[in-house]
C-alpha cells in the first residue's frame, strides 16, 4: 500500500498511516464493518474506531447506519476537494500568523532591530504586534486619525487598558469632536495637543524599549498617496522618542479644558 502514490500523497496532507491505509481499503473494498477495515488495512482493531472516526471528521468516509454499521469512502475527487478546503484554511491561518511575526524579526546577530514596513497587511501587523506588548506603559501620539486602521488601533488601545497598562495618548486638536477620540477617552488618559495642526505621524512607544511611527504623505481631503511605517527595538532610540512624546503631553491640556475653551470661543 506504501507504494501507492496516492497513500504518499494523502500522508503528506497530514494523514496518519492508519487513516490512509483505511480509506484506501474502504475505496478497494467498499462499504465495511470497521472489523472487515481492520483486517483489509492491517489496523489493530482497538485503533480501528477512532481511525474511522478522524476520518470522518475529515470528510473522508461515511457512515452507514444499520446492524452492523458500516463505512463507506467518499469518492477519491471529493476528498481531494475537502482535502484542499483544508489546506487553504491551514494555509491562510498560517499567513496571517506570520505577517504579525514579520514585523518582529531580527537577524542573527542582530541586538535590536529597525525595520522600514511597506505593506498594509504588515503596517497593521506591526501595530497590533507593538501595542499587545506593551506591559507597563503605552505612550501614544495621533497627528492624523487614519481610517484605514483607526478601528483597529482603538482596539488595541482598549485591550491594552484592560491588560492594566496605563496607556497615556496626545491627540490632535483637529479630532477634539471625533468618535474615535471619545472611545479613546474612555478607555485611557487622553490629552489635546497644543497646536491645531499636526504632522500626519502616529507613534506609539511601548514599555519605552520599543516604538512605531506610522506615517501618510500628502493627505487630501481624508486620502493619502502613500503609507509607510519604521519600527524599531533599539532601547536608546525608543526611551529617546518616549521622552519627545512626553514633553508634548506634559504642554498639552485636558479634553474638557480644551473642550470648554472653544466653546468659550464660540
Known amino acids: 500500500m506504501e507504494g501507492l502514490k496516492a497513500y504518499t500523497a494523502l500522508r503528506a496532507c497530514g494523514l496518519s498511516d492508519y487513516e490512509v491505509r483505511a480509506y484506501v481499503a474502504l475505496c478497494l473494498q467498499g462499504p465495511s464493518t470497521a472489523r472487515q477495515v481492520a483486517d483489509a488495512a492491517g489496523i489493530p482493531y482497538t485503533k480501528v474506531y477512532d481511525t474511522l472516526s478522524r476520518l470522518e471528521r475529515k470528510g473522508a468516509v461515511e457512515v452507514l447506519e444499520g446492524r452492523p454499521m458500516k463505512y463507506r469512502a467518499l469518492p477519491p475527487s471529493q476528498v481531494a476537494e475537502n482535502v484542499k478546503a483544508q489546506l487553504s484554511r491551514v494555509a491562510a491561518q498560517a499567513e496571517e500568523a506570520l505577517e504579525e511575526l514579520q514585523p518582529l524579526y531580527v537577524g542573527v546577530g542582530g541586538e535590536g532591530f529597525v525595520r522600514l514596513i511597506k505593506s498594509w497587511s504588515d503596517v497593521d501587523a ?141
Not at 483597529?152 to 485591550?159: L, R, S
Open 126 to 266: 506591526a501595530l497590533r504586534s507593538t501595542a499587545s506588548s506593551a506591559q507597563r506603559e503605552l505612550l501614544i501620539h495621533v497627528g492624523w486619525l487614519d481610517p484605514y486602521y483607526m478601528e483597529a488601533f482603538v482596539d488595541q488601545v482598549v485591550k491594552a487598558a484592560e491588560r492594566g497598562v496605563e496607556v497615556r495618548i496626545v491627540v490632535s486638536r483637529s479630532y477634539a469632536r471625533s468618535k474615535e477620540l471619545a472611545r479613546l477617552a474612555r478607555a485611557a488618559e487622553v490629552r489635546l495637543a497644543m497646536a491645531r495642526a499636526a504632522l500626519p505621524i502616529n507613534v506609539l512607544v511601548a514599555d519605552g524599549s520599543q516604538a512605531l511611527f506610522i506615517l501618510a504623505s500628502k493627505p487630501r481631503r481624508g486620502r493619502v498617496t502613500r503609507r509607510l511605517a519604521v519600527r524599531f527595538a533599539v532601547k536608546e532610540l525608543a526611551e529617546l522618542v518616549k521622552e519627545y512624546v512626553e514633553l508634548v503631553w506634559e504642554a498639552s491640556s485636558k479634553i474638557e479644558e480644551s473642550l470648554s475653551q472653544r466653546e468659550e470661543v464660540a
